[in-house]
């Protein structure tokens, strides 16, 4: 018994996520506004990647303005280049898609993110976001990023 408890004790202890140290982390803030056709575009997510893939994300409001997280608890973007790709049909855990929606969303990702639903239709253009032509480099002297874009 005295065996199993032990095992036990060593199987949970790994299970915790590992504390996040942000000190070594350069993050700046970000933010500013989306436009489709001269419109606001509201509930778009807005994605800074790096090369490596990793990502600070946004959700536009029904102004068009957003604000980056770099997670779920810390906001902010890394410096550096990046490409933006904007969608109004991805989904991310605890930004725009909760655990309930887990299985008509998708499966989450080990980033968080999940697929988007096949019946939601995409109103921003694929040179946007899946094949984002847009960039920018992101550094401590500026925090507004604002991107107008055309369905053309």
């Given at each position: 018994m005295f065996?199993?408890?032990?095992?036990?004790?060593?199987?949970?202890?790994?299970?915790?996520a590992p504390e996040m140290d942000y000190s070594q982390v350069d993050l700046v803030s970000?933010?500013?506004?989306?436009?489709?056709?001269?419109?606001?575009?509201?509930?778009?997510?807005?994605?800074?990647?790096?090369?490596?893939?990793?990502f600070s994300y946004g959700l536009t409001d029904d102004s068009g303005y957003y604000e980056l997280q770099f997670?779920?608890?810390?906001?902010?973007?890394?410096?550096?280049?990046k490409t933006v790709r904007i969608s109004t049909t991805r989904k991310?855990?605890?930004l725009n898609a909760d655990d309930t929606e887990g299985g008509e969303v998708g499966e989450a990702s080990e980033?968080?993110?999940?697929?988007?639903?096949a019946a939601a239709v995409e109103k921003v253009p694929a040179k946007y976001n899946k094949n984002s032509e847009l960039k920018a480099d992101v550094t401590s002297g500026q925090s507004e990023y604002n991107?107008?874009?055309?369905?053309?």
């Amino acid at each position: 018994m005295f065996c199993l408890g032990a095992a036990m004790l060593v199987l949970t202890a790994g299970c915790g996520a590992p504390e996040m140290d942000y000190s070594q982390v350069d993050l700046v803030s970000a933010g500013g506004t989306v436009t489709l056709d001269g419109q606001p575009l509201p509930g778009a997510v807005v994605t800074f990647e790096n090369a490596e893939g990793q990502f600070s994300y946004g959700l536009t409001d029904d102004s068009g303005y957003y604000e980056l997280q770099f997670d779920s608890v810390k906001e902010g973007v890394t410096t550096g280049p990046k490409t933006v790709r904007i969608s109004t049909t991805r989904k991310i855990l605890g930004l725009n898609a909760d655990d309930t929606e887990g299985g008509e969303v998708g499966e989450a990702s080990e980033e968080g993110e999940t697929a988007s639903p096949a019946a939601a239709v995409e109103k921003v253009p694929a040179k946007y976001n899946k094949n984002s032509e847009l960039k920018a480099d992101v550094t401590s002297g500026q925090s507004e990023y604002n991107f107008d874009l055309t369905s053309a």
